[in-house]
C-alpha cells in the first residue's frame, strides 16, 4: 500500500515538473536536485526519484556525466519529430484497426466519441483529455497486434505532455473532437486507407496547434547561463 502511494504521488510531481517544462517555467539545463526538489514539493526523496525517472523515459530531462539530471532542451523540431513519427504509428494503427475490428469494438469506439461530443460541449479539458486517451488506445487495441500496441504506447507517452498542451486550448478540442468524427467514420466503415489518412491528418493538425505557441528561441538563454532547480 505503502508503494502504491509512492507511485502515485511520484506519478503526480512528473504531472506537475512535466506542466514547468513545457510552459517554459524550468528551463532547458536547469540542474534538478533530488533534495531541492524533495524540499520543494514537501516529499521524500523517494518519490522525487521516481518522478525524475518518468520524465527521463518521456526525454524531458536527461542524466549527464557530471552534471547529474538537467532539463532537456526542446526544439520546434523535436516537436515536429515526435508528432510526425506519432502520425505513421497510429496511420498505420488506424489501417490494421479498421479492417480487424469487431462490431462490439467499433460501437465502443462510436459511443465514446458521441460520449467525448457532449464533454466538449461542456467545455470540460480534464475529462476530455483523459477520454481523448481512451479512444486513441482502443484504436490501438483494435490493430489485433501486441507489437503495434507496444509502440503506439511508447510513443503516446513521450507524447503525451505535448497533447495535453495542445488540448488546453478549447478551441483546439473542438477541432480534435471533428477530426475524431472523419476517424470513427473510416473505421464504422472498414475503410482501412481512410483510417490511415485522417488519423495521419490528425496528428498534423495537433502539431500544427501545439508549435503556433511555441517560442522560436526558448532555449536561446540556456546555453549562457545554466541554473539550478529549488
Known sequence: MAEKSRNILGHSIAMKMEAAIIAGELEAGTRLDEQSLAERYHVSRTPVREALQILVS??????????GTVVSEITRERISELFEAMGEV?????????????IEERARLEALHEAMGRITAQGEIAAYEQANTEFHQLIYLGTRNSEFQTVADAMRLKLAPF???????????????KEHAQIVEAIMQRNGAAAEKALRRHLISAASAMLLHWPEDRTTTLRRRPTTAS
Not at 518521456?58 to 552534471?67: A, G, I, K, Q
Open 58 to 67: 518521456r526525454s524531458l530531462v536527461t542524466r549527464m556525466p557530471f552534471r
Open 90 to 102: 497510429e496511420a498505420l494503427c488506424g489501417r490494421f484497426a479498421a479492417e480487424r475490428m469487431d
Open 163 to 177: 497533447r495535453r498542451r495542445q488540448l488546453a486550448d478549447e478551441t483546439r478540442i473542438a477541432r480534435s473532437h
